[in-house]
């Protein structure tokens, strides 16, 4: 048997009109056989109101996940620990977000530091964009270092009144880039050694494209979106600055299922070859091949989901399985992935999970 892999998944636990109900537990480890593709339950923690975006060190010890709940001014993001062999999960500390509807977060490359996005809806409270965090040597997090706001609108009415941060990738030392839904934008910020953040360079994408989640390359030359609104996938080239040059956009779904669809998450695959796109509404998994040249996607396929509302992927640390979160079908379906093609099988295997919102193995970025 192969060394189980940890996952880690956060589950919808607590209702929000925009989802379509809360049947999950909050946050599940589970072992992951990648030979056998068994999974046992490690540990389950329920005290924690709808984790719907995790990180995790490296080595397991210590989760980071943001609680969304409709109504509040401002959400919460934990700290937990996890320990293996008892399988307890237990919250050592939380902090209040600066800001509704806490979308995304991630470790700083040094892990020094956690980067919190919240959406932000409506008006009132401290409503941030981008939340700076200290992790202190225990795995607490420290109050709120820095941040900063973003502003404006978009062209679709319903979805663009104002800014919509939805997620934060580091794109090199000390960069960070947040795609802002809202307002049709890409905004690197320098990030420095007192946790200080800077405005470096603003990106515009298409108008009512609506970027949501990211994948950066392995050798780090390329950044590609999903595009929620328009439902396409962007490929932009990045300098050591952290400036972005668009380098192509393709459909992400075909033509006729396009004003029914909402993308979602994006991943690339460990060599860089391929990145995968969940697609809501069309409930489907897009595969592109990546030129690791000119930026340019070319058009793999798309796999049926194996359930609706494909909310989040994860690619196992092999890079032979890929997992998909079906949020309305309370499943996650498990995928083989072929390294040569990039094509995707379905195994017939499957996690029931109530709402599943997100999927994290240990040690993935």
């Known amino acids: 048997m192969a060394e189980l892999c940890l996952m880690f998944v956060g589950s919808l636990n607590r209702e929000a009109p925009y989802f379509q109900g809360a049947r999950g537990t909050g946050l599940t480890v589970y072992g992951f056989d990648e030979d056998t593709l068994a999974v046992e339950t490690l540990g389950a923690f329920s005290d924690i109101d709808n984790p719907t975006f995790l990180s995790v060190t490296p080595d397991g010890r210590r989760i980071y996940a943001n609680s969304e709940i409709f109504g509040w001014a401002e959400g919460l993001v934990s700290a937990l620990s996890f320990?293996?062999?008892?399988g307890r999960i237990e919250p050592i500390g939380m902090q209040?977000?600066?800001?509704?509807?806490?979308?995304?977060?991630?470790?700083?490359?040094?892990?020094?530091?956690l980067l919190v996005v919240n959406y932000?809806?409506?008006?009132?409270?401290?409503?941030?964009?981008?939340?700076?965090?200290?992790?202190?040597?225990?795995?607490?997090?420290?109050?709120?270092?820095?941040?900063?706001?973003?502003?404006g609108s978009g062209p679709d009415a319903d979805?663009?009144?104002?800014?919509?941060?939805?997620?934060?990738?580091?794109?090199?030392?000390?960069l960070l880039l947040v795609a802002d839904l809202g307002t049709d934008t890409l905004t690197t910020y320098a990030l420095d050694e007192e946790g200080t953040l800077s405005r470096r360079h603003v990106c515009p994408t298409?108008?009512?494209?609506?970027?949501?989640?990211?994948?950066?390359?392995?050798?780090?030359?390329?950044?590609?979106?999903?595009?929620?609104l328009?439902?396409?996938?962007?490929?932009y080239a990045v300098n050591g600055d952290g400036r972005l040059t668009l380098a192509d956009t393709q459909p992400a779904v075909p033509e006729d299922a396009k004003s029914a669809n909402h993308c979602a998450d994006i991943q690339i695959s460990p060599d860089g070859r391929f990145v995968y796109g969940s697609n809501r509404g069309h409930d489907s998994i897009v595969i592109f091949a990546v030129n690791a040249e000119t930026g340019a996607l070319t058009l793999v396929g798309h796999?049926?989901?194996?359930?609706?509302?494909?909310?989040?992927?994860?690619i196992s640390p092999s890079g032979r399985h890929l997992l998909c979160a079906n949020q309305n079908a309370d499943v996650?379906?498990?995928?083989?992935?072929d390294a040569d093609t990039g094509a995707l099988a379905p195994t017939g295997k499957m996690i029931a999970v109530g709402t599943p919102m997100c999927i994290r193995f240990a040690g993935s970025s």
């Not at 320990?83 to 008892?86: E, L, V």
């Not at 994948?215 to 030359?221: D, E, I, K, N, V």
């Not at 328009?230 to 490929?235: A, E, G, I, L, P």
């Not at 796999?303 to 994860?314: K, Q």
């Open 83 to 86: 320990d293996k062999a008892s």
């Open 96 to 113: 209040p977000t600066l800001g509704s509807i806490t979308a995304h977060n991630t470790l700083s490359d040094d892990g020094k530091w």
């Open 120 to 151: 932000g809806m409506g008006a009132g409270g401290p409503d941030q964009s981008l939340v700076v965090y200290g992790i202190r040597e225990d795995g607490r997090l420290t109050p709120p270092v820095s941040s900063v706001q973003q502003a």
């Open 159 to 174: 979805r663009q009144e104002r800014s919509h941060a939805h997620s934060v990738t580091r794109i090199g030392p000390n």
């Open 206 to 228: 298409a108008p009512g494209a609506g970027p949501r989640h990211a994948a950066l390359h392995p050798g780090g030359g390329w950044i590609f979106f999903m595009n929620e």
């Open 230 to 235: 328009d439902s396409t996938v962007s490929s």
């Open 303 to 314: 796999t049926p989901c194996g359930g609706a509302t494909p909310r989040n992927l994860a």
């Open 332 to 337: 996650i379906t498990i995928f083989a992935r």
